[in-house]
């Protein structure tokens, strides 16, 4: 028997919905176990609070794999089920496992087909979607918080949080701590009166006991945020904006704008720290240190190694060569509009229970309206037959219409939800053909920003870049061919033993799996 590890989670929004249960999830793996003759060596379940976001099962799940070799097959219902984000969809796949996706009925390995891959890497991102909406409700409520002037975060060095009831609710609010707020203070006035740098109020700090949460000391970094953070004169920020705070302040307000010029005439001198395009996207190739840039006689960009780990002999590249290396690099990544349809249906087979939940509720729907536009003309006809009142009537009719406008509002909403979900993943398949010329557009900035999205990392080898790209990207710029996409049908060349790929199902530009080469080598 195989043995394997079942996961199931749930997140906080789904458990008023039905289907989605822990139970039900459960009931479903264990049969498919059971049928497949596969053993449960152990059930991982996540469950989702508004508070907490966190999944500990899922890394106890990742211990208890590395610990267990022998043990390679995961069931999980749905692959939104399994990952939230590209760090799991990379955790899972460094442990090369079989993954069994129950509903979607896929089991993906190291040998699977890349365009099962490629499907399996677009709903990873569409599932990180997901999440992406997920957290923005929690920052909604933070939001909220913060408008009552209410610190949304944890307290900061100084304070404490405490419980308090406001309007028969249980809030959390900030309170000076007795024994480190008045050391902060000192350090704020003497800082402001210019009494020692931060160093030296970092040693005497300590000595007078002031200590961080794990009990170490506070270093130079966190006492130089301190001393520009707001929240100890009574604001905050959040999201750009700056509130008015409920909390008892430490300091003045002028008190603060004191330290804060005086941080301003000690910085005046130094230039801001300039942004370059692609600096944190390379590394040297020679000595695994990152590639960083400078300006050179006021105009030329320049990108060198760091040389943290002593001389190295990567020569200096400008930055225009890199640009030419990036657009060319970009210039892979794309799909053939072929293929587009294809893919589609793919993820549709795989959407296929949500759909058919939204149709069979379309139906109904449908069959009420049916029902009210029917309802709609009786009353009318009752109506001329002076079988009510015109005062009846208008009620009634009105009543009618209201109904009916609900209706129509739930069906169209069925008809998004089922949209979005395909329309997802198109847009992610469209953008990537858009890619090139989107890049084009950009400043060098954005198009930092952009690679960001398609590239972990790059390597530089002497002057040559060599891209390490993000999931399911990889698959993309490697091309697919339509020999690994769907069975060669139709495309033998029969007693010769040939066999031709038609251009047109290539994905990228890949000279190296240029079919039409390969055959007139052949030939
Ligand atoms: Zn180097």
């Known amino acids: 028997m195989i043995r394997s590890v079942l996961y199931a989670r749930v997140s906080s929004k789904e458990q008023e919905q039905e289907g989605f249960s822990i139970p039900s999830q459960l009931k479903l793996l264990n049969d498919y176990a059971l049928k497949n003759g596969l053993k449960i060596a152990r059930e991982f379940k996540d469950i989702e609070t508004a508070k907490q976001a966190g999944r500990e099962n899922f890394n106890l799940m990742v211990d208890f794999l590395r610990k267990h070799p022998d043990i390679k097959t995961i069931l999980c219902e749905k692959t939104d089920r399994l990952y939230r984000n590209f760090r799991d969809y990379v955790t899972i796949d460094d442990l090369d496992l079989g993954i069994h996706l129950v509903k979607e009925g896929e089991v993906l390995s190291k040998d699977s087909k890349s365009h099962q891959k490629f499907i399996h890497g677009i709903k990873v991102l ?273 009543e009618c219409e209201q109904e009916l406008n609900q209706i129509k509002d739930k069906i169209a909403r069925h008809e998004e939800a089922d949209n979005n979900y395909l329309q997802q993943g198109v847009r992610i398949l469209e953008l990537c053909n858009k890619l090139q010329s989107l890049y084009l557009q950009q400043t060098p900035l954005e198009r930092g920003k952009l690679l960001r999205h398609v590239l972990q990392n790059c390597v530089l080898n002497d002057a040559t870049l060599c891209p390490k790209w993000r999931k399911p990207f990889d698959l993309m710029a490697k091309g697919l061919s339509r020999s690994n996409w769907l069975p060669r049908e139709g495309s033998n060349l029969g007693h010769c033993g040939y066999f031709l790929t038609p251009i047109t199902w290539r994905v990228g530009l890949s000279l190296r799996h240029d079919p039409t080469n390969d055959f007139r080598r052949r030939v």
């Open 126 to 398: 569409m599932a990180k979607n997901y999440i992406d909406n997920l957290s923005e409700e929690t920052s909604k409520g933070m939001l909220e918080k913060a408008e009552q002037g209410i610190y949304p975060s944890g307290a900061p060095l100084g304070y404490k949080n405490v419980e308090t009831k406001a309007q028969g609710k249980t809030m959390r609010a900030l309170e000076l701590d007795d024994l480190k707020a008045p050391i902060l203070k000192q350090v704020f006035l003497k800082y402001a009166a210019g009494e020692g740098s931060i160093e030296v109020l970092v040693k005497w700090a300590f000595e007078q006991g002031l200590r961080n949460r794990g009990g170490g000391l506070v270093g130079k970094a966190a006492l130089h945020k301190i001393l520009h953070n707001r929240v100890y004169c009574g604001l905050f920020q959040w999201k750009l904006k700056v509130y008015q705070g409920v909390h008892p302040p430490l300091i003045s307000k002028e008190l603060f704008d004191g330290v804060q010029k005086r941080f301003e005439d000690k910085n005046r001198p130094r230039k801001a720290k300039k942004h370059f395009a692609y600096s944190g996207l390379i590394f040297c190739g020679k000595c695994g240190c990152s590639i960083t840039a400078e300006i050179k006689k006021g105009k030329y960009i320049y990108y060198h190694c760091t040389e943290y780990h002593g001389k190295c002999a990567t020569p200096w590249i400008k930055e225009e060569a890199l640009d030419i290396q990036f657009a060319q690099m970009i210039s892979q990544i794309r799909i053939d509009a072929d293929l587009l349809e294809p893919i589609k249906e793919a993820l549709l087979s795989s959407h296929k229970d949500e759909f058919e939940f939204h149709q069979r509720s379309i139906s109904a729907l449908l069959a009420q309206r049916t029902r009210l536009e029917h309802r709609g003309h009786q009353i009318y006809k009752d109506k001329l037959d002076d079988k009510i009142t015109e005062d009846f009537y208008n009620r009634l009719r009105e």
